[in-house]
């Protein structure tokens, strides 16, 4: 490709620098916050995506009065799904849609930490042992990803903001138990409809050696599986109706507040692709995300080296969109060196 011009070069050191440090341990928070100013901080936008019905905002009050009365961290769960999309290039690795995210979280919670001094604790939760059964994905490819996820979690924790996985198969006895408790409950569930059959046709990974498309049947029996896995009595419990404060990128659940994935996103970020884009109105370079049946424009990608590295093997190059590249004073016809982050 070729090289960056200077100007988005600096630009996107800058924003690397920002993006992948780890963050102050030691910025102690403030008892300055009131109730309402609690509350106004989590329920605002940009980070904030659609309105918060009544029902919500009651739940939201009381869990957040909760914590403040018992001088405990509040606390927020995210359901997801605990793997990377098998689609998408970088599987079975963490990229960096999971690194926009991680860290567009920690902005969201470090708001919160810095005006209540108990902080913050979010937790991302699965279920855990069963893919394999309702997607067909290999648990090696699980739990590389989850371990890789788990490194970027406490990369991104400090005393006041606190990251963790949370496995639901833990409150069912383990793996083996939750999965034959889905298994008795999957035969029983209802025909999928429409969307619940698409859906369940991306997320089935067929053969890995054919193109051929996965027969009905299969699909059939995946979408009464993950229904089976959805409605598991420990996964709604733990997120809806614990101390914690639901948050989803999903419009449209009760009980949960719908915030961004990073800047510029809503998307699932373990289904997507992580990439740049200039913005030269502002001079700068936005995270963006696109799923795998959205079609990426032409990208380039940019070799970098950061203290992520080490983390996956995606990590070592990031995509550009090539239609926002400034003319370039030269081309290169060698691959760039790597573009390094400097802290200040």
């Known amino acids: 490709m070729r090289s960056l011009p200077p100007v988005q070069a600096d630009a996107l050191a ?3 620098a920002s993006l992948t440090a780890a963050p102050d341990p030691s910025r102690p928070g403030q008892a300055a916050a009131t109730l309402e100013s609690l509350l106004a901080l989590i329920t605002a936008r940009p980070w904030r995506r659609s309105a918060v019905d009544a029902q919500t905002y009651a ?4 869990k957040v009065r909760q914590a403040m009365r018992l001088g405990e961290p509040v606390e927020f769960s995210l359901p997801f799904g605990g793997y990377r999309g098998w689609q998408l290039p970088s599987y079975p690795n963490l990229e960096w849609a999971e690194v926009f995210w991680i860290h567009y979280l920690q902005g969201y919670a470090c708001r919160v930490a810095l ?4 902080g913050v604790l979010l937790s991302l939760s699965y279920v855990g042992g069963v893919l394999s059964w309702v997607n067909q994905l290999p648990q090696a490819d699980l739990d590389l990803y989850l371990a890789q996820l788990d490194r970027l979690l406490q990369w991104f ?39 619940t059959l698409a859906r369940a046709r991306r997320n089935l990974r067929g053969s890995a050696d054919a193109e051929a498309p996965v027969c009905e049947a299969a699909i059939d029996a995946a979408a009464r599986r993950c229904a089976a896995l959805m ?4 996964r709604r419990a733990f997120n809806k109706f614990g101390p914690r404060v639901q948050l989803t990128h999903v419009r ?16 699932q970020p373990w289904v997507s692709t992580g990439y740049l884009q200039w913005r030269q109105d502002r001079g700068e370079w936005i995270e963006r995300l696109a799923t795998a049946s959205v079609s990426i424009k032409t990208m380039a990608t940019q070799a970098v080296s950061h203290p992520l590295l080490d983390l996956s093997p995606a990590l070592a190059r990031i995509p550009i969109e090539t239609e926002d590249l400034l003319p370039a004073t030269g081309l ?4 760039p060196a790597p ?5 200040p």
């Open 339 to 343: 573009l390094r982050c400097t802290l």
């Open 252 to 267: 449209g659940p009760s009980l949960a507040l719908h915030i961004g994935s990073c800047r510029s996103a809503v998307a």
């Open 59 to 62: 739940d939201l009050e009381r």
């Open 231 to 234: 409605a598991l009595e420990e």
């Open 332 to 335: 290169s016809m060698n691959p």
């Open 157 to 195: 924790s400090t005393p006041l903001i606190r990251f963790r996985l949370v496995d639901h198969s833990d409150a069912c006895g383990g793996a083996e138990a939750v999965l034959a408790v889905l298994q008795a409950r999957a035969a029983a569930m209802p025909p999928a409809d429409p969307a």
């Open 14 to 16: 800058r924003w690397l």
């Open 115 to 118: 005006v209540y001094p108990p």
